[in-house]
């Protein structure tokens, strides 16, 4: 959630529980009889379930801490999470949760192909939809105006009469809830197996922040923009150049931050400030 | 009935008072100024009233409610606005949106929507003057203009008491006639109280308000009309001796903390 | 906003890769093996050799054999790869693009259990036949994938070789202590070993796991000297062999037997250790430079073979990769696996998806790798492991089994 | 036994943890004196770890040689660094060095590929070892742990009797107040880093003292983290807390193992890990200062 100023090292966490909420639903529901293809849905309700508490818990942390700290917080309760699963043994432990073939038994091998290729990627879509649509609905109405101030300058927004704490646990539930929902789907129904050590991976949120960053933060075509030069670059420069991509990819990184701190997008907003196409970069 | 009643409220930084033992009635629709030396207590004593800081002793009541404790937030809709002492507009967001925030949160909360809050703050950008820079990122404007700001947005809250703190400070005696101006026709026209906080400007005070409180190591020292209150003695030896030495110190405890 | 606006980015990415498809590699006339390799990342190591295996034995194939015969023609057969960073999106999205835009005719997988379980389910929707040489955990042939194949041997068996000799030199000596990396592969050969060790009647004193990218073992390795074993097996990976050695050595930890998994057969283990330390440890391996595996002895077995000897095998690796390295099992299991795959082709006489599965099923045969056979599931069993020793002046020697040994064992191993 | 167990542990995390704490310093003092977070800090330690490596195999050097060598060179890798990259977005918001330094790392861990290759790398010293009635202690571990608080006296003193230290207090403490004072504080930014990124590389070489072998151009992740946790402990900002964090982590990180091994059906070790982080986490929601903070 970029909206309210905290870098949310976290939203690896969410990602993550959400491939746990779904594989825990098809791995212990798949016997129950006449469930069928209700165990998906179960996996989906408790990914949120989980997603939602972990989004409670950090929307907690961001009323006491800030910056930095934030941040580092955020990472404690992901690393900690992650070895306590791995610790404690609980949910397969570091064995993880493997159930490609449960989903097959509960659903049949046709339906399970299916539910893993066209409609896991149909739902990331959606998503991924819905996500935009949630920015542009909140950016329009009073919670991206709160979440704006949250972020500027917390006193000042109390003292406008903005319940920060209301605003901020918004923000992480929505954050949460999304991530969540991308865990479960693009990770636990795609791949059908979820292990600690790869769902709990704070390297995907540094990626996501470079993304942001690359193409402007605070901008809407910004991810977007950085996002497909991350992506596209990365890409192309893998097959190109199999083994040297990110030989040749950090020093592009480092010129495009050093040339463009804002951004491209923001560079760009910043050369048409005032002109009418400055509304379509916002 | 008066609108704002502090009584024997006491704030302390550690072993600091800070604002010590003061008692101050406001009615409906009053200008007052606060006057006195730096780190006599007077922005602590306006972070009492909007809730940044609780006081240990004594209450705040506003009409007739008791809200010492109450949180910043709530406060806002009961009707009190303020501005910052360092303007503290939201740099990233245009002037109208800052403006319209103030409306969307402030006493009329629910019962306004995004877009006439925003109309309602372009109301206000004209009351203060900042037509010409509506669009602007309010990060981007000058000190002045940003104060602007943040009494267009303080107003756009509709309050019944706006807090002040430091209306004058760092301004030039163009600006100082323009914002002395502007606070009498936004008595007059929004029908609202104004507790303005002036610190050395006293010319500007004269004109401004009927009634001044001086404050003076964390305690009000002289409370009357205007006039009667310029020519005291003892005030004019607060400000002519200047704050000693330790006040001046207690000052920079006092506002970093 | 930024983290959900990277989801919907990276969708967006993935539908912008297909926009631009390179239709240039057309599959008419070679039969191309695709892999999602691991060239950067935490398994750069194992990618590295498998790419130069796999490069050899396409080298062999083309150049020796011919190339691959289909419909009676011979066939060359090509390589496409790319670096998937040993992360699982890249594996998923360079199946896909392999499958669908360079048409590949089978997939090979990534290196370890978890890259190929993620890549398992992209080629099981393509029908596409996927082998796999680098996941050993049995569970990924428990799923019900119907088009997996492993060359790499099965996780669960790697340490037996180990308890039988020692019971075999020494059957007095009972205590043993397992400490093993907690990860896939290393849980299953640790499964593995306590049910054999205790079926040879050992007594299993310690056993204890440690997670992975572990950078200090004294805490375990401080209880285990507690619990005075005669012998120590574990590992995972590279660097844990190397610091479980390594700090075995400063606390005195002194042992009859020490055996290792994946590190210790590495000429680095050697390096890294100052030679001395390593001295007399062991390490169960798929294959090893100096195995026995021959022509003549696939004869005698009764079994047919392909490929190359294990010195052309060392050569045409060497050509591969550019540099004067030795391959290891991962370069030998990748490059087998080509061999299976040219086999089945050969065998169903077709490049079709499901005939080569049902010849791989059938198929049984052996190579400078070894065996080659794999049940129903499609998990190999037709491989049997072997172990090394270093022995004094970095010599690498097969020690178990007696058929592939290429010397004796040390016994008890020398003190640290 | 169990107390001689525990016993043992914890002189070995001790001695650990004066490596850790000083491999943190280098980490605080950035974030104290530019406030950037420097997410490649691990492939920094990375550096030093081949610097001792290839000083050792290569020329026959000792890693004491290999210590200043590897200040000097981390700090001309700085001094780089801060002038091609980071004095640009020193202004910019925290995010943008947080990217730059991750860029930074990635390219160091490829450079570093591409020199030495993938391989596990290691070297013998072999100084021999202490028996302890509880433990056994490599002499290179000492040594390790004795240079880490020299190198901590050393900058102690530096910070605290020098012009130049007292001037990067004084831009930790409020930069804009030392700029008024007449603190050249740009120059204490360049040098700040250097010495920072000095102190990092060099304790690479410690590091290696302690852990002589799985010396790789991806060991540095593992670490990165770790120092995050540790400088939090500290405070963040104060390269001394970070030192005396360090110590703590490294005792917690050893010394919990044996009760944890206690409990049956579970993975000590990763609930030890873990332990770490819960408690920086709650460290962070009580204190958030740090344990040694105000």
């Known amino acids: 959630m970029g909206m309210t100023g905290y870098v949310d090292f976290g939203y690896v966490t969410f990602i993550a529980l959400g491939a746990y909420g779904m594989s825990l639903g098809i791995t212990y529901f798949y016997q129950v009889e006449g469930l069928g293809i209700w165990i998906v849905f179960i996996g989906f309700l408790l990914a949120l379930l989980l997603a939602s508490l972990s989004a409670l818990l950090e929307a907690f942390i961001a009323l006491r801490l800030r910056g930095a700290y934030f941040a580092i917080a955020c990472i404690g309760i992901n690393e900690g999470l992650r070895h306590f699963i791995e610790g404690a043994k609980l949910w397969g432990g570091s064995e993880g949760l493997i159930f490609s073939g449960s989903l097959i038994q509960a659903v049949g091998r046709e339906t399970a192909n299916q539910l893993t290729t066209f409609w896991a990627d149909l739902a990331v879509f959606i998503i991924a939809a819905l996500a935009a649509f949630l920015n542009i609905h909140y950016m329009r109405s009073k919670i991206g105006y709160a979440l704006t101030a949250v972020k500027e300058d917390e006193d000042a927004a109390k003292v406008m009469g903005v319940n920060t704490t209301k605003y901020k646990t918004i923000a992480f539930l929505t954050s949460g809830l999304l991530g969540a929902s991308v865990g479960a789907v693009a990770w636990g129904l795609k791949l059908g197996y979820v292990f600690p050590g790869d769902v709990f991976v704070i390297h995907y949120t540094v990626e996501c922040i470079v993304v942001v960053l690359l193409g402007g933060a605070g901008t809407l075509l910004g991810p977007v923009v950085g996002g497909l030069i991350y992506g596209l670059s990365k890409y192309w420069l893998a097959i190109i150049w199999p083994g040297f991509q990110l030989l040749i990819f950090a020093p592009i990184i480092i010129i495009i931050i050093v040339l463009f701190p804002e951004g491209v997008v923001g560079m760009l907003k910043n050369r048409v400030r005032g002109t009418a196409l400055e509304r379509y970069l916002l | 009935m008066s609108l704002l009643r502090l009584e024997n409220v006491t704030k302390r930084f550690g072993g600091l008072l800070a604002v010590n033992n003061v008692s101050l009635e406001l009615a409906s629709g009053e200008l007052i100024a606060i006057v006195g030396p730096n780190g006599a207590g007077k922005t602590t004593l306006f972070n009492v009233i909007s809730g940044v800081f609780f006081p240990e002793e004594g209450k705040v009541i506003f009409e007739d409610r008791d809200i010492t404790r109450l949180p910043a937030y709530r406060r806002a809709p009961l009707g009190l606005g303020r501005t910052f002492q360092i303007p503290r507009p939201f740099g990233s967001a245009t002037v109208r949106e800052n403006v319209a925030i103030g409306a969307m949160f402030g006493t009329l909360g629910s019962r306004i929507n995004v877009d006439e809050s925003l109309e309602m ?71 609202i109280a104004i507790v303005a906080m002036v610190e050395h400007i006293m010319r500007a005070v004269a004109g401004l308000a009927k009634r001044v409180v001086v404050m003076h190591q964390g305690a009000t020292f002289v409370d009357g009309p205007t006039a009667d209150v310029l020519s005291d003695p003892r005030v004019i030896e607060v400000y002519l001796g200047g704050p000693s030495e330790k006040s001046k110190k207690d000052l920079v405890t006092n506002q970093t903390s | 906003m930024k983290s959900r606006s990277c989801m919907a980015v990276a969708g967006f990415v993935v539908t912008l890769a297909f926009l631009f498809p390179m239709y240039a590699f057309g599959a008419k006339d070679k039969v191309v093996i695709g892999h999602p390799a691991c060239l950067s990342g935490k398994y750069a190591k194992a990618g590295e050799q498998a790419v130069g295996g796999i490069k050899a034995c396409i080298d062999w194939v083309n150049n020796v054999h011919g190339g691959v015969t289909v419909d009676g023609k011979k066939v060359p057969l090509d390589y496409k790869y790319y670096d998937c960073e040993s992360k699982k999106e890249g594996v998923t999205s360079f199946i896909e693009r392999l499958i669908t835009v360079n048409k590949v005719n089978v997939v090979f997988s990534a290196y370890s259990s978890g890259l190929t379980l993620a890549g398992a389910p992209v080629a099981e929707r393509y029908g596409m036949v996927y082998m796999d040489h680098g996941g050993a955990s049995d569970r990924i042939f428990q799923q019900g994938f119907k088009y997996i194949v492993q060359t790499i041997g099965p996780g669960s068996k790697y340490h037996e070789g180990t308890l039988d000799m020692i019971h075999h030199i020494d059957p007095k000596v009972k205590k043993v202590a397992l400490a093993y990396e907690d990860s896939e592969f290393a849980r299953m050969t640790m499964g593995g070993a306590e049910k054999h060790a205790k079926a040879l009647g050992f007594e299993v004193v310690f056993k204890r796991t440690y997670p992975k990218g572990v950078t200090d073992l004294t805490p375990l390795l401080s209880d285990l000297k507690t619990k005075k074993p005669d012998i120590v097996i574990g590992g995972g990976h590279y660097e844990d062999g190397q610091l479980f050695t390594r700090q075995m050595s400063d606390l005195g930890i002194q042992v009859k037997a020490l055996s290792l998994v994946a590190s210790v057969t590495l000429p680095s283990y050697y390096e890294a250790l100052g030679g001395r330390l390593a001295e007399g440890v062991m390490g169960p391996s798929h294959w090893e430079y100096g195995v026995t595996y021959s022509a003549a002895g696939a004869k005698k077995e009764g079994l047919d073979w392909i490929g190359p000897s294990q010195d052309e095998f060392v050569a045409l690796f060497k050509k591969a990769v550019g540099k004067d390295m030795i391959p290891e099992y991962h370069a030998a299991e990748a490059g087998a696996q080509v061999l299976a795959y040219v086999k089945a082709v050969e065998m169903a006489d077709s490049i079709g998806q499901d005939k080569v599965r049902a010849a791989l099923g059938k198929l049984k045969f052996m190579s400078f790798y070894g065996g080659w056979d794999v049940d129903d599931t499609g998990m190999q069993i037709g491989h049997s492991m072997i172990d090394m020793q270093w022995q004094e002046d970095g010599k690498r020697v097969i020690v178990w089994p007696p058929e592939a040994a290429t010397g004796k064992p040390i016994y008890p191993k020398p003190a640290f | 036994m169990i107390l001689e167990l525990l016993g043992g542990n914890l002189a070995h995390g001790l001695l650990l943890g004066g490596v850790y704490g000083l491999a943190t310093m280098g980490l605080s003092l950035i974030f104290g004196v530019i406030n950037v977070v420097n997410v490649g800090h691990g492939q920094f330690i990375m550096v030093g770890a081949f610097v001792a490596q290839t000083m050792f195999t290569a020329l026959g050097l000792s890693p004491l040689i290999a210590i200043p060598a590897a200040f000097v060179i981390g700090m001309a890798l700085g001094f780089f660094f801060f002038y091609t990259v980071i004095r640009r977005l020193v202004e910019a918001p925290e995010l943008t060095t947080l990217l730059a330094t991750f860029a930074i790392g990635i390219l160091l861990e490829e450079i570093a590929k591409l020199i030495f290759g993938a391989d596990f790398r290691g070297y013998n010293w072999g100084l021999g070892k202490i028996e302890l009635a509880i433990t056994t202690i490599p002499l290179s571990k000492i040594y390790a742990f004795v240079g880490s608080i020299v190198i901590a006296l050393f900058l102690y003193l530096w ?76 405070g963040l900002s104060s390269p001394y807390g970070a030192f005396f964090a360090g110590l703590i982590f490294g005792l917690i990180e050893n010394g919990a193992y044996v009760l944890f091994a206690q409990i049956p059906g579970v993975a000590p070790f990763s609930l030890t890990v873990s332990l770490a982080f819960w408690m920086l986490f709650f460290l962070l929601l009580l204190k958030p200062t740090g344990l040694l903070g105000k």
């Open chain 4, 159 to 234: 910070f605290s009797k020098t012009r130049l230290g007292t001037a990067v207090r004084a831009v930790i403490e409020d930069s804009e107040g030392a700029r008024v004072c007449g603190v050249n504080v740009d120059w204490i930014y360049a040098l700040s880093f250097a010495i920072g990124i000095g102190l990092t590389v060099m304790s690479g070489v410690l590091l290696t003292m302690f852990i002589p072998v799985g010396i790789n151009p991806y060991m540095g992740g593992t670490y990165t983290l770790k120092a995050f946790v540790i400088a939090v402990l500290g």
């Open chain 2, 121 to 191: 703050a372009d109301r206000y950008i004209d009351l203060v003057g900042l037509q010409p820079h509506r669009e602007k990122l309010a990060g981007n404007l000058t000190p002045v203009e940003k104060k602007m700001v943040e009494i267009a947005r303080a107003l756009a809250m509709k309050p019944k008491l706006l807090l002040m703190d430091e209306a004058m400070a760092g301004m030039n005696p163009k600006d100082i006639d323009y914002m002395v101006d502007l606070l009498i026709r936004i008595k007059e026209k929004e029908k």
